[in-house]
Nanobody, 125 residues
């Protein structure tokens, strides 16, 4: 069992940057593929990015490539999501999630077993 804590969200202006963190406790995050997802008001939760256990492989939703970067520091048991050039449409609650067994860098939320509580990101125009 892993416990995940999301942090780093806030209110920013369009064009600003934020870095979200996903800190793990219990089971070490280094043994898990980690994904970031987001959910905007009135919309379904959607995949943002995922990273392999070693950090050597990443996957992004096409629409966010070049603006968002996922990374991890296994020594700190933390995964990050660097978000640059933020837009109002990036406003959402952002969640990190971990796979209990390695299934791959997948976008299906049902394949992630443990979730953080979410952190709100609001981008004003």
């Amino acid at each position: 069992q892993a416990q995940l804590v999301d942090s780093g969200g806030g209110l920013v202006q369009a064009g600003d940057s934020l870095r979200l963190s996903c800190a793990g406790s219990g089971r070490t995050l280094s043994s898990s593929i980690i994904g970031w997802f987001r959910q905007a008001p009135g919309k379904e939760r959607e995949f943002v990015a995922a990273i392999s256990r070693s950090g050597g492989r990443m996957r992004y939703v096409d629409s966010l490539k070049g603006r968002f970067t996922i990374s991890r520091d296994n020594a700190k048991n933390t995964v990050y999501l660097q978000m640059n050039s933020l837009k109002p449409e990036d406003t959402a609650v952002y969640y990190c999630a971990a796979q209990s067994i390695e299934r791959g860098l997948l976008s299906n939320i049902k394949l992630y077993d443990w979730w953080g509580q979410g952190t709100q990101v609001t981008v004003s125009s």
